[in-house]
Nanobody
């Protein structure tokens, strides 16, 4: 099984930026889809972004973050990133990294994923 460790969360003012990282170790060789989800207090865990394919990867974004967030993947380092710009208070949540062996759709569904990290807190102040 793969182990996922997130880092890069913190406190930032509205309009600021953060870059999250997700380092994968262990059984990584057939992970095809990696994604970021987030969960705010009292809310369900929701899809943020996914990168599909280990070669010629395709990004997918939730409408709420499109144009502000960028997902990327460095296979040589077994690391995924989420660059978050123009942050808003409503982006405040715990952000989770997820990995999927093979490819199942929809990639926006949290039930498709095989492994999860422990999460990193992102707090955006107004």
């Amino acid at each position: 099984q793969v182990q996922l460790v997130e880092s890069g969360g913190g406190l930032v003012q509205a309009g600021g930026s953060l870059r999250l990282s997700c380092a994968a170790s262990g059984r990584t060789w057939n992970i095809d889809v990696m994604a970021w989800f987030r969960q705010a207090p009292g809310k369900e865990r929701e899809f943020v972004a996914a990168v599909v394919g280990s070669v010629n990867s395709m990004p997918y974004y939730a409408d709420s973050v499109k144009g502000r967030f960028t997902i990327s993947r460095d296979n040589a380092k077994n690391t995924m990133y989420l660059q978050m710009n123009s942050l808003k208070p409503e982006d405040t949540a715990i952000y989770y990294c997820a990995a999927m062996y093979g490819r199942r759709w929809p990639a926006q569904s949290r039930y498709q994923y095989d492994a999860w990290g422990q999460g990193t807190q992102v707090t955006v102040s107004s």
